[in-house]
């Protein structure tokens, strides 16, 4: 489908997310937790941008900053030209319809205590959507936009597989059918089996009500398979941006190269060689100098340990590409 690519649903600006840690006993901050520091990135209608990274780097805080459950620290996020990062409770609620969240875990993200049912009414409830009777209708529709059986309406989540409560937690997250859905690693908590055809319902939805997704994920297979675009973060912020075929097939970051590098290769006679990060992400309260991933890189040099760098523009034709890295230009030469 070829898209508006000037045309933006949602605009990301510096957006800056710092958790105090407070110790001690009058509980005084001591530090901060940099969860987000400074990302950037704007979205098209339709489109699906593919968040990754390591556990840690800021990915699931990005998407609840988006959605406003985190009031951030600084920078801004524009919902179709409106600042909605800022905006009061009550003044963002009838906004609140037009973005949802799809969430990992869809065993926690129910309440076992409601039937099917009200889990999927209540959204029409709070936005005050329809009679009774038409708010019936919907859910019905919803249930089977979904696949799932009527006959579900009056059971508990805990009846229900895991994949099975997924689809009910989508069916709730378009309920309302929003524009914009972030969708926070919404098959890491599933079988393999069931993974793909969570995917594919997705999809699907997306190709029938025009949605736009935020996706995040650990995966980068997934994330390539899905999105049309990705970021790659580290450490609380974006450090590769490109088209989802650019990030898989030609990395311009040391660290978007070794995680393509640890997906496994189809082909066995691939000699794609495996790059082996060392040490683990450091912590997002004491982080590196220079660049952050220095301490793990294996092409780091001396200005890498002092100098964060900046983004380096690796665009070739009209595919925007950037890589937050002092040699990004050299290696996507
Ligand atoms: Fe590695 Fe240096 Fe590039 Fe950072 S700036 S990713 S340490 S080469």
């Not at 958790?19 to 489109?47: I, N």
């Not at 780097?57 to 920078?75: F, N, Q, V």
């Not at 890491?188 to 935020?214: F, R, W």
């Not at 088209?243 to 660290?255: C, E, R």
């Amino acid at each position: 489908m070829v898209r508006d690519m000037s045309e933006k649903i949602l605009e990301v600006q510096s957006l800056k997310m710092h958790f105090p840690v407070k110790g001690g006993v009058v509980r005084k901050v001591r530090g901060y937790v940099y969860a987000l520091d400074g990302v950037s990135f704007s979205m098209s209608p339709g489109e699906t941008l593919g968040i990754v990274g390591e556990s840690g780097c800021g990915k699931t805080t990005l998407g609840r900053t988006i959605i406003s459950l985190y009031r951030p620290t600084d920078g801004t996020v524009t919902f179709r030209n409106r600042i909605i990062s800022d905006m009061r409770q009550k003044d963002l609620l009838p906004l609140r319809r037009n973005f949802q969240m799809i969430f990992q875990d869809p065993y926690d993200s129910l309440n076992s205590r409601h039937t099917v049912r009200y889990i999927l009414e209540e959204p029409f409830i709070i936005h005050g959507t329809g009679d009774r009777k038409e708010r019936e209708k919907s859910i019905r529709s919803l249930l089977d936009m979904v696949g799932l059986p009527s006959g579900s309406l009056n059971r508990y989540p805990h009846e229900f597989s895991g994949g099975q409560r997924q689809r009910i937690g989508i069916a709730r997250a378009i309920a309302l059918r929003p524009e914009l859905v972030i969708c926070d690693e919404p098959v890491s908590a599933l079988d393999v089996s069931i993974q793909s055809q969570i995917l594919n319902l997705l999809m699907d939805l997306q190709n029938e009500l025009n949605l736009t997704y935020l996706f995040i994920s650990h995966d980068l297979t997934v994330v390539h398979h899905v999105s049309d675009r990705v970021a790659v973060m580290y450490l609380g912020r974006i450090v590769e941006l490109a088209d989802a075929d650019t990030i898989y097939k030609s990395p311009a970051h040391p660290y978007t190269q070794a995680l393509i590098s640890a997906i496994p290769e189809p082909d066995p006679l691939s000699e794609r060689e495996r790059i082996v990060l060392q040490g683990t992400v450091p912590s997002p309260v004491n982080r590196p100098a220079g660049c952050f991933f220095h301490p793990r890189c294996p092409r780091a040099e001396k200005i890498c340990r002092e100098i964060y760098p900046e983004a380096a523009n690796c665009t070739k034709g009209n595919i925007e590409h950037y890589a937050v890295c002092h040699f990004a230009k050299e290696e996507n030469r």
